[in-house]
């Protein structure tokens, strides 16, 4: 079934499909989805539901359900087609009931993976698409979701000469597309790793206005600079960045025993040298 009508209640429009597979695969997650509607999207399939080769898609309940009550909905997944202008229609031809143990309901095989990424179809052009969901029973307002990238306007690179080292440390703030962040470096490592290794994190400042379903996801590297003819030690990190959490990075990105050694070029007259460069930047948001 296809139809000209778009989502009535939640449309996810995913800019680089591409990105967001490597992106979960990195997490160690399986699954995406838009924050406040909770319609979300399995780009390889739902495993535990036998949804491999397939596009699973999926509606789960975001406010907590109290022991007993339950909510039962119909539902439907609406694919957009870019090249006729038009919607394939999923429809779930079963009730489904939501409660506290069951919280997420979908269809596992929504479109088969071959045809949903077959240019020919239009559902995959660009490596963008467009995703929607309609909840009956549920009333609300239609909640819509973006996860784009954020084309490179500035140098996305900061280097931190570092000539006094105290146990933390914060760099000065620097500008990275219109954001300001910071570098904290924990001299004889943090957490787990106390003792034991140099720890080095990225820290976003500005998180106001990450709120009501916006995150910023950041692929970059740290890196301590060899000062002598070695190798530099990087480490590449994954970070969502919300109003929850604006900090991610390296506990354990020396050990001390290299920082140490005045042989391996790390620390050189007590002078050590950290670098961030980021190399990815997607916004993820609830409009």
Not at 186 to 213: C, F
Not at 227 to 234: E, M
Not at 273 to 285: C, Q, S, T
Request: with cysteine; charged share 25%; hydrophobic share 40%.
């Amino acid at each position: 079934m296809v139809r000209q009508l778009p989502p009535a209640h939640c449309t996810l429009k995913i800019e680089s499909f591409s990105k967001l597979e490597e992106t979960l695969v990195r997490t160690k997650n399986d699954s995406f989805e838009s924050i406040e509607f909770g319609a979300g999207v399995y780009p390889k399939g739902n495993d535990r539901e036998n949804g491999e080769g397939h596009l699973s898609l999926y509606i789960r309940v975001v406010d907590k359900l109290s022991a007993g009550s339950f909510i039962n909905v119909m539902s439907r997944f609406l694919i957009y087609d870019q090249i006729q202008d038009n919607y394939l229609v999923i429809q779930d031809l079963k009730e489904r009931r939501f409660h506290p143990i069951k919280t997420e309901w979908g269809i596992p095989k929504a479109i088969d993976l071959s045809t949903f990424h077959d240019i020919s179809k239009g559902f995959l052009l660009n490596d963008c698409c467009i995703l929607g969901a309609e909840v009956f029973v549920l009333k609300g307002d239609n909640k819509a979701a973006s996860f784009s990238m954020v084309k490179p306007q500035t140098i996305r690179k900061f280097t931190w000469r570092v000539a006094e080292l105290k146990e933390s440390i914060g760099s000065p703030s620097f500008a990275i597309e219109g954001r300001q962040w910071q570098l904290w470096l924990w001299s004889r490592g943090h957490g787990s790793e106390k003792g034991r290794s140099l720890s080095l994190y990225l820290t976003l400042n500005d998180v106001s206005d990450l709120i009501a379903g916006r995150t910023l996801y950041a692929e970059f590297d740290l890196c301590i600079k060899n000062q002598l003819k070695g190798h530099d030690r990087r480490r590449t990190v994954h970070g969502w960045f919300s109003k929850g959490r604006s900090t991610w990075g390296s506990v354990d990105l020396l050990p001390l025993t290299e920082l140490d050694n005045p042989s391996k070029g790390f620390k050189v007259n007590e002078v050590v040298i950290v670098e961030v460069k980021i190399n990815v930047i997607f916004l993820l948001k609830d409009v």
